[in-house]
């Protein structure tokens, strides 16, 4: 079993930095691919980058350029997000899948384990 815990949500003013973590637990990190989504009020929650075990990551569209996502061999995975827009605010998932494949990274349903999420909040 994976347990995933997510730190490091809070307000910033737009144009603002943040740094989300996410801790991992249970059975071997290094088995998984990891990946950060975010759902605002109303809406499907969304992909917002993914890293595989060879460091090859992809992002979405909406936050190439302004987000970094990065992995340690210490069991964590963190998201840096700079240029934070109001749009950006929303409860941030960090979530595993088995394997290495960067394919349908997008698809919500082709992730095993999720965390609970942290809220970013950007205000204007």
């Known amino acids: 079993q994976v347990q995933l815990v997510e730190s490091g949500g809070g307000l910033v003013q737009a144009g603002g930095s943040l740094r989300l973590s996410c801790a991992i637990s249970g059975r071997t990190f290094s088995s998984y691919t990891m990946g950060w989504f975010r759902q605002a009020p109303g809406k499907e929650r969304e992909f917002v980058a993914g890293i595989n075990l060879s460091r090859s990551a992809d992002y979405a569209d909406s936050v190439q350029g302004r987000f970094t996502i990065s992995r340690d061999s210490a069991k964590n995975t963190d998201l840096q997000m700079n240029s934070l827009k109001p749009e950006d605010t929303a409860v941030y998932y960090c979530?595993?899948?088995?394997?290495?494949?960067?394919?349908?990274?997008?698809?919500?349903?082709?992730?095993?384990?999720w965390g609970q999420g942290t809220q970013v909040t950007v205000s204007s």
């Open positions: 979530a595993a899948r088995r394997g290495q494949t960067l394919i349908q990274l997008p698809i919500a349903s082709t992730w095993d384990y």
